[in-house]
T-cell receptor
Framework: GAVVSQHPSWVICKSGTSVKIECRSL??????MFWYRQFPKQSLMLMAT?????????EQGVEKDKFLINHASLTLSTLTVTSAHPEDSSFYIC?????????????FGQGTRLTVV | GENVEQHPSTLSVQEGDSAVIKCTYS??????FPWYKQELGKRPQLIID?????GEKKDQRIAVTLNKTAKHFSLHITETQPEDSAVYFC?????????FGAGTQVVVTP
């Protein structure tokens, strides 16, 4: 099946620093990737839709200047958490669908657990 | 936008019994309804899905039903086993963009 690789799997950073998370589709091209956030014991919440070659679309309540998304190629999207604070500590996970939309499911990366201290 | 509600939030079943999780959605444009299983600390894994032109789908011990008129869909797990213990999420949407239910913690006791 299709593989989505997310890196890093976990990261600890100091408050005020920035963290970059990568989402790669390894064996298919993804014009669209989605970024979700999951707080402990809560559901996955869509943060933004990442479109290759254009600006990301953010869900209501998500600060676009804080969560920078770059989708520079058909296989890579990055999420940068800028000036991270403890309340940004969460499980971030991406998903991707292929160019033609033939695959009827979104494939998830393994997720990144971010801890801000 | 889409709003998905999922019930129950926790479900405890005896090994061998059946488990049923129910979800409702609000957006009639949603045409794809996947179910994910998430074990502690791991990514969600797709276990079964159903499209809007199908009313029921079965895969071994797992089945999903969809009532498009009423905008609800359900997950059925038969002959539950301890390894079925996990959090299950329903989702509704289209083209890979989903809204997820709040999740159901399923505990299967031997």
């Amino acid at each position: 099946g299709a593989v989505v690789s997310q890196h890093p799997s976990w990261v600890i950073c100091k408050s005020g620093t920035s963290v970059k998370i990568e989402c790669r589709s390894l064996d298919f091209q993804a014009t669209t990737m989605f970024w979700y956030r999951q707080f402990p014991k809560q559901s996955l919440m869509l943060m933004a839709t990442s479109n290759e070659g254009s600006k990301a679309t953010y869900e209501q309540g998500v600060e676009k200047d804080k969560f920078l998304i770059n989708h520079a190629s058909l296989t890579l999207s990055t999420l940068t958490v800028t000036s991270a604070h403890p309340e940004d500590s969460s499980f971030y996970i991406c998903s991707a669908r292929d160019v033609g939309g033939i695959l009827k499911e979104a494939f998830f990366g393994q997720g990144t657990r971010l801890t801000v201290v | 936008g889409e709003n998905v509600e999922q019930h129950p939030s926790t479900l405890s079943v005896q090994e061998g019994d059946s488990a049923v999780i129910k979800c409702t959605y609000s957006d009639s444009a949603s045409n794809y309804f996947p179910w994910y299983k998430q074990e502690l600390g791991k990514r969600p894994q797709l276990i079964i899905d159903i499209r809007s032109n199908v009313g029921e789908k079965k895969d071994q011990r797992i089945a999903v039903t969809l009532n498009k008129t009423a905008k609800h869909f359900s997950l059925h797990i038969t002959e539950t086993q301890p390894e079925d213990s996990a959090v299950y999420f329903c989702a509704a949407g289209s083209w890979g963009k989903f809204q997820f239910g709040a999740g159901t913690q399923v505990v299967v006791t031997p």
